[in-house]
């Protein structure tokens, strides 16, 4: 089993930016965030996989979300720009070893412990 551990959640106002990190313990391939806000489903975020760096985003962060990877940290991100209030969510990062369907939380075998973002208007 791979140990995920995320970092950098926190409140900020809308509009404003915070950006998510996950470091892994062991291999991995695919990478996304999720969330989940209270009484709500856990969502898709962003998907990314090893290679090729394709990614996939949901409708409503497109344009004002990015995952990105560094191989050599086994650590991916999630720069979150232009921050609204229906953003806040514990979110959670999530890994594979192979490749998983984009954006579907079944898949994705390992998880993170999750990190509160808040977005205040």
């Known amino acids: 089993q791979v140990h995920l551990v995320e970092s950098g959640g926190g409140s900020v106002q809308a509009g404003g930016s915070l950006r998510l990190s996950c470091v892994a313990s062991g291999s991995i391939y695919s990478m996304a965030w999720f969330r989940q806000a209270p009484e709500k489903e856990r969502e898709g975020v962003a998907t990314?996989?090893?290679?090729?760096?394709?990614?996939y985003y949901a409708d409503s962060v497109k344009g004002r979300f990015r995952i990105s990877q560094d191989n050599v940290k086994n650590t991916w991100y999630l720069q979150m720009n232009n921050l609204k209030p229906e953003d806040t969510a514990m979110y959670y990062c999530a890994s594979a070893p192979g490749w998983v369907e984009a954006l579907v939380p079944s898949g994705f075998k390992d998880w993170g412990q999750g990190t509160q973002v808040t977005v205040s208007s």
């Open positions: 990314t996989y090893r290679d090729p760096r394709t990614t």
